[in-house]
């Protein structure tokens, strides 16, 4: 199987990972080698699946590979909500047994996250701070309107607030209306990973800044090309997320969607003061194509907003946009400019479902994160080494979806560029 790009190589640095202290990473494959199971991708599901498969199968040879280094890749990339219940776009009470049992895996792998980032020793600001969803349209209201349905069946606890009350705790009087649910943990991604990773069996080979270029079915099993040198492996494990579909699975069912965060300075406290009473907090957008917002805890305004379609926009546009963005929402804020700045690419789907399982003898994957990767991939990969071993699993299909097919280039393009144009209307005033 060919590839064209087969893993990331961002322009710009992670801002998360550039926080803190530098790392040594592991190092890159230089050599031939042979083993009992492949993992390609060490981020939240590759990590879960090669220490889960190491607890099934204590023998076995297992080596991780990942393009990029422990933070620096996506997972150290995304806005560090980790969420204990479904997502707003999943949310729909008309399938509550459905949701209340994909709620209890994902509260069970959270509680599982929190454990082992304790048992890291690592220092990690990571609290249950909640989260906050807000509407700025009649669209956000009945996005906002239809999450809430799902959390009233639910049973699940939250907070109706008024435009008042929500800018009395975020400080913003963009939204309408706004909700607040407390089953969210709010971490720094790039060190929650870290932590993660840190407690890698000392069995599992860990190769960074070693991507994999192409793979081959063989006798047996596969051969995974890297720059430096090739893995025979029994099994094989997909968990590069969108990067897949490059080495020939999922690329009907994936497309790589590219979204921007910045985080500024920290502000000082004469403007904090200005800025609501929550210390930290975090914000989902009710549309999708809406701005992701987050208050840090060392007094840091974090936005994450845009897409772009398989590759990065350029620098000067999207620096531009999310200051436009985050001024519309915080008029009262000095001039500044961003401290950091980056990108970062979701497997993103067509209807939002999964492309996960056992797709050819002996090869397993997991993708279509659609920017839910954290605590949901990190359940995702502990079940496919699970199923992986014969063992009886959730229907994963079933419970989070299956990824719809596409079409092909360059309709899927077009048809792409159309549909954001007409939501980017429709939801003009979310922006």
Not at 250 to 272: E, I, N
Not at 384 to 395: C, D, F, Q, R, T
């Amino acid at each position: 199987m060919s590839n064209r790009k087969a893993f990331p190589n961002y322009k710009l640095k992670s801002g998360w990972n550039a926080l803190l202290p530098a790392r040594e990473a592991s190092p890159a494959l230089g050599k031939n080698i042979s083993v009992d199971v492949l993992i390609i991708g060490a981020g939240w599901t590759g990590i879960s699946a090669a220490k889960r498969w190491r607890s099934l199968s204590p023998e076995a040879g297992i080596a991780l590979i990942d393009a990029s280094e422990i933070g620096e890749g996506n997972p150290g990339r995304n806005s560090g909500f980790l969420l204990e219940i479904a997502l707003a776009e999943d949310a729909n009470p008309d399938q509550i047994e459905k949701m209340n049992l994909g709620n209890r895996l994902t509260a069970s792998t959270m509680a599982e996250i929190l454990a082992e980032i304790d048992a890291s020793g690592h220092k990690v600001d990571i609290t249950k701070a909640g989260t906050y969803r807000a509407a700025a349209s009649e669209v956000g209201l009945k996005s906002l309107q239809n999450y809430r349905a799902f959390l009233d069946t639910a049973g699940l606890e939250h907070e109706s607030l008024n435009a008042t009350a929500l800018k009395s705790r975020i400080g913003s009087d963009f939204y309408q209306e706004g909700l607040y649910s407390p089953d969210c943990y709010l971490a720094q991604p790039a060190a929650a990973i870290r932590a993660l990773a840190s407690l890698l069996p000392e069995s599992v080979q860990l190769f960074e800044n070693t991507p994999a270029l192409k793979l081959e079915q063989q006798l047996g099993g596969w051969l995974v090309q890297t720059p430096n040198g090739g893995v025979t492996a029994r099994k094989l494990v997909l968990a590069n997320n969108a990067f897949s579909k490059e080495l020939g699975i999922g690329s009907s069912r994936l497309v790589a969607m590219h979204t921007y965060a910045a985080l500024t300075p920290v502000l000082k406290k004469s403007v904090l003061d200005h800025l609501g009473s929550d210390e930290s907090w975090g914000l989902l957008p009710t549309h999708r194509l809406g701005s992701t917002l987050r208050r840090t805890i060392d007094g840091r305004l974090m936005v994450r907003s845009m897409h772009s379609y398989e590759k990065e926009a350029d620098q000067a546009m999207i620096i531009g946009e999310l200051r436009h963005r985050l001024e519309k929402r915080f008029p009262q804020l000095p001039d500044f400019n961003f401290e950091h700045c980056w990108g970062g690419a979701v497997g993103f789907t067509l209807n939002g479902g999964q492309v996960w399982g056992e797709f050819k003898p002996g090869l397993y994957v997991s993708a279509g994160c659609n920017g839910g990767g954290t605590v949901k991939g990190t359940l995702l990969g502990k079940l496919l080494a699970e199923a992986a071993h014969g063992m009886k699993v959730p229907n994963v299909p079933k419970l989070f979806g299956q990824a719809s097919w596409m079409p092909p280039e360059p309709f899927r393009k077009v048809g792409y560029k159309l549909a954001t144009y007409v939501e980017s209307h429709q939801g003009r005033h979310e922006l």
